[in-house]
């Protein structure tokens, strides 16, 4: 069950006319969030991420499930059931499942939502989406960083070729 503040944060971003994606992002946040803090792990990244976008669903954003051919005929189904069941607004869990489901996922490992497996996964996403996506991202991120920022940016990236000169 998702937090009462990510609920109240997804329906402040429904309100001011945010895209679903953006939407389902406050429930992979908590996902990473519960991993980060041991309350479970997760054996990768993506799975943190299903399992958040799996709980939007849920909680009746309208986020669609991935186009065929996307993902497997598998994914895309449970992704349509999750989809109907949070437009329901029926709620009904299952103790025992929930109990199982949770036990599995604390034999998984903590590290899939370390800073390094993120940042792997969101290269790799935008690595997917092509050259001009990583490179739309990286000037967003100058215009939103700020002063000090920038600064930090800059200094590492100082670091980092001074790393790979020697």
Same mark, same amino acid.
């Given at each position: 069950?998702?937090?009462?503040?990510?609920?109240?944060?997804?329906?402040?971003?429904?309100?001011?006319?945010?895209?679903?994606?953006?939407?389902?992002?406050?429930?992979?946040?908590?996902?990473?969030?519960?991993?980060?803090?041991?309350?479970?792990?997760?054996?990768?990244?993506?799975?943190?991420?299903?399992?958040?976008?799996?709980?939007?669903?849920?909680?009746?954003?309208?986020?669609?499930?991935?186009?065929?051919?996307?993902?497997?005929?598998?994914?895309?189904?449970?992704?349509?059931?999750?989809?109907?069941?949070?437009?329901?607004?029926?709620?009904?869990?299952?103790?025992?499942? !929930? #109990?199982? %489901?949770?036990? +599995?996922?604390? $034999?998984?490992? =903590? &590290? /899939?939502?370390?800073?390094? *497996?993120? !940042? #792997?996964? %969101?290269?790799? +996403?935008?690595? $997917?989406?092509? =050259? &001009? /996506?990583?490179?739309?991202? *990286?000037?967003?991120?100058?215009?939103?960083?700020?002063?000090?920022?920038?600064? =930090?940016?800059?200094?590492?990236?100082?670091?980092?070729?001074?790393?790979?000169?020697?």
């Amino acid at each position: 069950m998702p937090e009462k503040e990510t609920i109240e944060k997804a329906e402040r971003d429904k309100e001011q006319g945010k895209s679903p994606s953006t939407q389902a992002g406050e429930f992979v946040r908590e996902e990473f969030h519960h991993v980060r803090e041991g309350k479970h792990g997760a054996r990768s990244p993506q799975q943190a991420i299903a399992i958040g976008l799996s709980k939007a669903r849920r909680a009746g954003v309208k986020l669609g499930a991935p186009k065929a051919g996307r993902s497997t005929n598998r994914v895309r189904k449970r992704a349509e059931r999750d989809l109907a069941r949070g437009l329901s607004g029926k709620r009904n869990l299952s103790p025992r499942r !929930s #109990r199982v %489901t949770e036990n +599995a996922l604390k $034999r998984e490992s =903590r &590290s /899939s939502a370390s800073k390094s *497996a993120l !940042s #792997r996964q %969101t290269k790799g +996403a935008a690595r $997917r989406r092509g =050259r &001009s /996506s990583l490179h739309n991202a *990286a000037m967003k991120a100058v215009r939103t960083k700020g002063k000090e920022g920038l600064r =930090r940016a800059g200094q590492k990236a100082a670091r980092t070729r001074q790393r790979h000169a020697r």
